[in-house]
């Protein structure tokens, strides 16, 4: 583990996005509230959240970082194939906490699988990735 103890404790904030791609008749049971499995939108938030909390267990060698907020927003793109996950993590830390979005990114990306695959066994995952990071050293890169 890399060590950070002479690094200033500062305000990091990171974005990251994954995609779920699915068919249209998936996508119409999706919006109508008609899965299975239940509630997918409040499932997959509480994953990305709790991934994002618990991602030093997940990823060898990542710091624990005492987050401060964590967001979920879910986007249907416009052409009907695609929702897009987005986690927006924050702290205030000696480290960056983009590993902290990518992996609740992806959890909610894989709840959203795992609640959906009843209806079409075709999902994908794709372009899981950091859209913007703030703070720190290096300051702030937006994709």
Do not use: N
């Not at 583990?1 to 119409?28: C, F, I, N, P, Y």
């Not at 897009?84 to 830390?93: G, K, L, N, P, Q």
Request: aromatic residues 4%; glycine residues 8%.
């Amino acid at each position: 583990m890399v060590d950070v103890s002479d690094k200033d404790t500062t305000l990091r904030e990171a974005v990251a996005q994954a995609s779920l791609r699915m068919g249209a008749a998936t996508r119409a049971r999706l919006e109508a509230g008609d899965v299975p499995k239940g509630d997918v939108w409040a499932t997959a938030r509480i994953a990305a959240i709790q991934a994002a909390k618990r991602t030093s267990e997940w990823i060898p060698l990542c710091h624990h970082i005492a987050l401060t907020a964590v967001t979920v927003d879910f986007r249907l793109d416009g052409d009907g194939e695609r929702v897009h996950v987005v986690v927006r993590v924050r702290a205030r830390d000696r480290t960056g906490v983009e590993m902290e979005a990518m992996t609740g990114a992806s959890a909610a990306a894989l709840t959203l699988y795992d609640m959906l695959k009843a209806i079409e066994r075709g999902l994908v995952i794709e372009a899981v990735g950091l859209v913007e990071k703030h703070g720190g050293r290096t300051g702030s890169w937006v994709r």
